[in-house]
Structure formats: structure tokens, C-alpha cells
């Protein structure tokens, strides 16, 4: 146990919380993980032996990435069964976020997308040596494999997600500005007004699950984002926009009245302009929009 009087689990279930993001880029499932961590701890505590555990987040941390790791090979078939594009699980985040530059990037929405195009093994192993800094033989043990493969497995992970990640180096700030300009845009501005903000090859991605309307093909190219946000508009009729800390990053939330629906958008800027835009619209992954959830490295 640690001096503290606080439980270990207690003391580290945001970072444990974060971990099992990561990993799932589901908030829900990372809540059943954590939840399920938290009985086995509860169980080595009923059996007595807590007190052989000499770090205890490490130990919990490996529990965690075990659990992710099965949740993530039974999730491997509903995701290969979902409808359309299937796009991480927004968050609403708190300013502090944003402010661990590093924490931002590895839970922003683009980068979630890029570590599904990863094997089970290999997501593990980037979060948590590439995010946590986590030893080797840490993670090995967390991983079941030996230090050498792990060291293996990190390389190929990290040329992985280096050749296909959005480049991301902004300023908070400016992609605030971005997301305003494009905001502005959507509520009065024309074609025009859009076009300025989107790059030439701008990328539309969104997810409906089949629940809520939305484009099940990515939408490539900055006429026709324009062309198609501007038919959705019209068909909206009415809404309200809102800025939103989303995943660390300044994004947007778009309320329709008329039937209830929620866009949560998270974007990529370069250059003051937005190059990746990911409109989340399945109600099952909008739940947490209205509580600030907190994440830790």
C-alpha cells in the first residue's frame, strides 16, 4: 500500500481511465474495463496480499491493458459489422487538457482514428510506451510477450502511425480561431466563406452507426466538404453551434431542434486551415457532451 490512506485505485483511475481509452476509443468501454480492474484489485485485497504489490501503478496499469487487450479482440467483429465509418467516442474535456501538449495530441479524435488501423498488441504497446513512457518490461509483462518483441512491436507501431497521423503542430489558439472562422461560416457565411477555411484537400469523415443520418464515405476535397455542409445546413434548417474543449482540442457541438440530433466536430488544422474534419453524430457516442471527463498521464 502507499503511505497514503488513499486506495491506489482510487488515487489513479483517471490515468487508468485514459489508459483503457486509448487502447479502446470507446469511453464506455473503458468504463467496464476500469470497473472490471477494479474487482480484480478488490478481490487481492479480500485474499490478503495486497502488500506484495511493490508499485501499484504499475501493477494496475497492467491489469487494465490485459482487460483492454480482451475487450478489444471481442470488439473486433461488431466494429468490422458497424455502419458506415466508425469514428472514436468524443469527450468533453476541461482546459487542463489541452495544456499537456502531448496528452492532447494522443487523445485527440485523429489520432484515435489512426490507432484503430493497429493491431490489438501493437495499440497496446504504442500507448503505453509511446504515451506513458512505460518500460519495456513493463509493458512486456503487461502484453505477455518478451522485452526483445515488444521492442519489435514498438518500432513497427511508430512507423505506422507516424506515416499516416495528420500532422498536428498548432497552436491551441490558432486552431481555435480556425474552428470559430469555420463556425461562422456554417451559421451565415456562403461557399466562399467556407472555402476559405478548409484546405484544398480537406477530408470529411462522420459516423451515424446507422442510428443518425450522416455520409457513410469520407468526403475528400474542399469543394465538395463546402458543397456537402452546405446542403446540410439547409436541410437543417435551424440549429445552434457551440466551440467545445473535445478530446483536449478545440472543437464544436451542433444541436439541431427540429429532431433532437447532436454533431460533435473535432478537427485538424495546418496552416490556419482545416484539414480533417470528423462529424460524430450516433447518439450511443454522445452521451458524455455534458460532463467534462477527466484524463491523466
Do not use: C
Not at 198 to 208: I, K
Not at 256 to 271: I, N, Q, R
Request: hydrophobic share 45%; aromatic share 6%.
Amino acid at each position: 500500500m502507499t503511505p497514503s490512506s488513499v486506495d491506489p485505485f482510487v488515487e489513479h483511475r483517471n490515468l487508468l481511465f485514459t489508459v483503457a481509452y486509448e487502447m479502446l476509443g470507446s469511453a464506455a468501454d473503458a468504463e467496464d474495463v476500469v470497473q472490471e480492474s477494479w474487482l480484480r484489485w478488490a478481490a487481492r485485497n479480500e485474499e490478503s496480499d495486497r502488500d506484495e504489490v511493490r508499485d501499484p501503478r504499475a501493477y494496475l496499469v497492467r491489469i487494465v491493458t490485459r482487460q483492454s487487450l480482451n475487450r478489444l479482440r471481442s470488439l473486433s467483429r461488431r466494429r468490422e459489422d458497424y455502419v458506415g465509418e466508425w469514428l472514436p467516442e468524443p469527450l468533453l474535456t476541461a482546459p487542463d487538457v489541452a495544456e499537456d501538449v502531448e496528452l492532447a495530441e494522443s487523445v485527440s479524435i485523429a489520432m484515435l482514428t489512426v490507432l484503430e488501423t493497429l493491431g490489438p498488441a501493437e495499440r497496446a504497446v504504442f500507448v503505453l510506451r509511446e504515451v506513458f513512457d512505460t518500460p519495456y518490461d513493463e509493458i512486456a509483462e503487461a502484453v505477455g510477450k518478451s522485452p526483445a518483441a515488444v521492442r519489435q512491436i514498438a518500432h513497427r507501431a511508430k512507423e505506422h502511425v507516424a506515416a499516416r497521423r495528420p500532422r498536428m503542430q498548432v497552436k491551441i489558439d490558432e486552431q481555435q480561431a480556425a474552428v470559430e472562422r469555420f463556425l461562422a461560416a456554417v451559421r451565415g457565411g456562403g461557399i466562399d466563406d467556407l472555402l476559405a477555411v478548409l484546405a484544398p484537400d480537406v477530408v470529411l469523415v462522420a459516423d451515424g452507426g446507422g442510428i443518425a443520418n450522416a455520409v457513410r464515405k469520407p468526403v475528400h476535397g474542399a469543394d465538395r466538404v463546402a458543397a456537402f455542409l452546405g446542403t446540410a445546413k439547409r436541410l437543417a434548417l435551424e440549429f445552434t453551434s457551440m466551440p467545445i474543449s473535445l478530446n483536449g482540442l478545440p472543437g464544436a457541438r451542433l444541436d439541431v431542434p427540429f429532431d433532437g440530433s447532436t454533431t460533435a466536430l473535432s478537427f485538424v488544422v495546418e496552416d490556419g486551415r482545416i484539414t480533417h474534419i470528423y462529424a460524430m453524430r450516433n447518439p450511443e457516442k454522445l452521451q458524455r457532451l455534458g460532463e467534462e471527463t477527466p484524463l491523466q498521464r
